[in-house]
Every structure is written in C-alpha cells, then in structure tokens.
C-alpha cells in the first residue's frame, strides 16, 4: 500500500518556501539610516568647501570626511547582511541598542560642522569645527596625555585617603556613641562648607599645592562617605546583632561581619557622592595652583586663547570621569553581588 504524504496545515509561509524567504529578510532600519546620516555628514564634510578665515584651512577636513562615509558604508552592509552572517550579526546585536545614538551623533556632528567650518556662522577662535579637535588630539597628544596622566595621579591620591578615612570615621561613629559625641558635632559644622573655600588657607600651611590639592580632594570625598556609612552602620537592624551574639559573635566579628557588610549599599552611595565632590575640586585646584593636569590645561589654552585645544581638554574630561564613575558601577556590582535584585540605583 502506498504512502500518500500529507500536507501540512501550517501558515503560508511554510507552505510557500518563497515567499517565507521573502517574508524573513531581517533589514536592520535603524542602521540603515544611520548609515544613510553617517554618509551625508562624509558628503557634507569632503564636498562642501570650507569657509575659510584668514589664510589657512582647517586640516583633516578630507580625512574626516571620507572616515564618515566609511563608517556609512559600514552600517550600511551591517544592516543589509548582518542577519546572515554570523560575525556580522554578533555585532549588529551588539550596535543595535546604540541605533538612535548611532544617528544623533552624525547630525550633531553636521550641524556642527555647517556652522563652523561650512559657513563660519560661529566664528573662530571661539568656535572650531570637529576637525581641529583631531588636530588637537594628533599634534598636542603629549602634553595632553601628560595631564591626563598627572590628574589621574592627583584624583587617586586624594579620593583614595578621603574615602578611607571617610569609612573609618564612618564606622567608628556608627558603632560608637562615645566617639559619635564627639565627632559628629565637628562632622555637621565643617562637612557642608565646601572644600574649594578653604583653598587660600590649605596653600597657606602645606608646603605645596599638589598636597594642598590632594588634601582638599580628600575632605570634598571624605565627609560624604562617612556620613552616608555612619548612617548605613547606624540602621542596621538590631535583630542581626542579637543572632549573632547568642551565637557567641565578638565585637569585632559583628563589626566587621555584621554592620559593614550591612551598611555597603550606603557606603557606595556615598562613594559616588565623594567622587563627584573631588572632581569639582581638583579641576578647581589644577585651576589655582597645582602646575598639571586637565585643569591646568584649560587654564594654559584659554591664556593663549587657544578655544579648541580647551574643547579638546573638555571632552577627554568628560571622557575621562564618565569611565571612572562606571568603573565604580562595576566595582560595587561585585562587592554587592550578594544583594543582587535589591539595589535600586
């Protein structure tokens, strides 16, 4: 007896190959325009003569130019045939969350451009166009680097001393009514005075100002950390301690066991509240009197009224604390993966 096969009663996509083909083409749309935007920023930046001030052009106009329609053409063979290439669809799933940013920045890249170089609209020095920046970042990349290099010295010095002791008075007043009697009053007189008013009287007594820099940058980070973890200390339940002590805990043990682990939610807060303390203050400080650093870089660009080198100088710091910040994010990830589903900032 013959076997007659059966047709399936599936949508007809199933039952048409073709047209199921035709159906599934997965074009990524949002890469698809900003390649589209990426390319006409490249047209926009190579075709469109500059509008020349004085008697030289901006350079790496060309090369910036023709790097944008790389970048579109790129995108464009990404959102086309990345679905179908394993390499190329790792990545689109990797970009595809970016995909609006991935067309803002190419529009606010050209209209900074049209009205700048294009058009002189914003007028020079004031305003330069993106391509200087490169011409910045290429030219001036030692002293440049070298500033980032000393600030990075100067911020971990001082946020690093500040937190420490910071979380150690943190504790102590926590844990301890008799040193809360004593501490806390000078904690609510001097924490909220900010450290950059003290500025004339720290040069005044530390034989230079990179210390008197570091100092300060330790007090704008330090009375935050040990206010927010005298408070994590502070409001641990009471329950906790009384387990612990009935099975035989030491003070020790429910200090270091007990109340700190406890209170680290609160300490990283006030980790990230100490860390954006020091960045108001050590750019204030490189500003006053330290002799390098981001800060002294913008001071040293505006005397010389060079505008786009303190562009440049913003952007790396921009850059720069950003990366710190999430490097922060990450470290208190782990510190805290215990709690993992609680935290809610």
Known sequence: MSTIPQTLDVPGALANP????????RVWRTGLAAAITWATLGLLTWRWPNHVVGFSDWAFTAELGITAL????????????????APLRRL????????????AVPVVLGAWEALTAKSGFLPTPFFAPPQALIEVYTEDWARLGGSVVN?????????????????????????????????????????????????????????????????????ASGFPVAVLTWSGVAGVNKSYYDVARTLGASNAFLVLRVAIPAALPQVFVGL???????????????????KSGLGWYLTWAQGWASYVNMYAALIVMALLFSSIITLLFKVRDRALVWQKGTLKW
């Open 151 to 219: 600030t990075l010295k100067l911020l971990g010095l001082g946020y690093f001393f500040g937190a420490l002791t910071g979380f150690l008075v943190g504790v102590s007043i926590g844990w301890s009514r008799a040193v809360g009697y004593w501490v806390h009053p000078v904690l609510r007189i001097l924490g909220p005075l900010p450290a950059t008013a003290l500025l004339p009287i720290t040069f005044y007594f530390f034989p230079s100002s990179y210390s008197a820099a570091a100092f300060l940058i330790a007090l």
């Open 272 to 290: 990230f509240m100490g860390l954006g303390a020091s960045f108001t203050v050590l750019v204030t400080a490189e500003m006053m009197g330290v």
């Open 70 to 85: 790389l970048v579109g053409v790129v995108l464009f063979v990404l959102a086309s045939v990345g679905a179908y290439v």
């Open 18 to 25: 073709f047209a199921y083909t035709a159906a599934n083409v």
């Open 92 to 103: 689109q799933e990797t970009l595809q969350p970016f995909g609006p940013w991935l067309i």
